[in-house]
T-cell receptor, first 117, second 114 residues
Framework: NAGVTQTPKFRILKIGQSMTLQCAQD?????MYWYRQDPGMGLKLIYY???????DKGEVPNGYNVSRSTTEDFPLRLELAAPSQTSVYFC????????????????FGPGTRLTVT | AQKITQTQPGMFVQEKEAVTLDCTYD???????LFWYKQPSSGEIIFLIY??????QNATEGRYSLNFQKARKSANLVISASQLGDSAMYFC???????????FGTGTRLKVLA
């Protein structure tokens, strides 16, 4: 299994440009997440999805959009990039057994380092 | 509101010694999980250990153990016999049943000295 994969690894954007960060997982996980990590900081949740067709906002959703048309893929769209979106973006997934009260570890992709200038 | 607090921005430990990384949490949920992740300088994020809120025994995974004190709302990570490869950033995180959202602490950077 490849686990969680992300593309691209690095990207430089000009202010106002748009791009899509790709994320895919092959573990058949229902739950997927997008985080950003600013230098020296922890992870902040941007968006998450509990299954195909279902997404919800996290802590810092402004300036981003997501979609989840399949279990495997969870792309993150940046519209009108701003310098404040310079960060490392991590995608993660986890197994969820709804209604059973369990909480499972997350598996992370390798990250995408984005610079907006 | 849910919160994770890691009060040690940086720690040093001598090789082969044990070290404890602190984590306190706050939640009103009864069912939750506590996690520790390692982030080496290469950037990837690696799951280390998990403790469920109803688990009575402290979790252990090889040289990692989680000192879970529910009444104090603390979930400290203990690394025994530190190795140079343990030098990394360590994050404590919490997830709650039902929402499946996770929150992360700000991390502790550990440096193991030879």
């Amino acid at each position: 299994n490849a686990g969680v994969t992300q593309t691209p690894k690095f990207r430089i954007l000009k202010i106002g440009q748009s791009m899509t960060l790709q994320c895919a997982q092959d573990m058949n996980h229902n739950y997927m997440y997008w985080y950003r990590q600013d230098p020296g900081m922890g992870l902040k949740l941007i968006y998450y999805s509990v299954g195909a067709g279902i997404t919800d906002k996290g802590e810092v959703p402004n300036g981003y959009n997501v979609s989840r048309s399949t279990t495997e893929d969870f792309p993150l769209r940046l519209e009108l990039a701003a310098p404040s979106q310079t960060s490392v973006y991590f995608c993660a997934s986890s197994y969820a057994s709804a209604g059973q009260g369990a909480v499972y570890e997350q598996y992370f992709g390798p990250g995408t380092r984005l610079t907006v200038t | 509101a849910q919160k994770i607090t890691q009060t040690q921005p940086g720690m040093f430990v001598q090789e082969k010694e044990a070290v404890t990384l602190d984590c306190t949490y706050d939640t009103s949920d009864q069912s939750y999980g506590l996690f520790w992740y390692k982030q080496p300088s290469s950037g990837e994020i690696i799951f280390l250990i998990y403790q469920g809120s109803y688990d009575e025994q402290n979790a252990t995974e090889g040289r990692y153990s989680l000192n879970f004190q529910k009444a104090r709302k603390s979930a400290n990570l203990v690394i025994s016999a530190s190795q140079l490869g343990d030098s990394a950033m360590y994050f404590c995180a919490m997830g709650t049943s039902g929402t499946y959202k996770y929150i992360f602490g700000t991390g502790t950077r550990l440096k193991v000295l030879a």
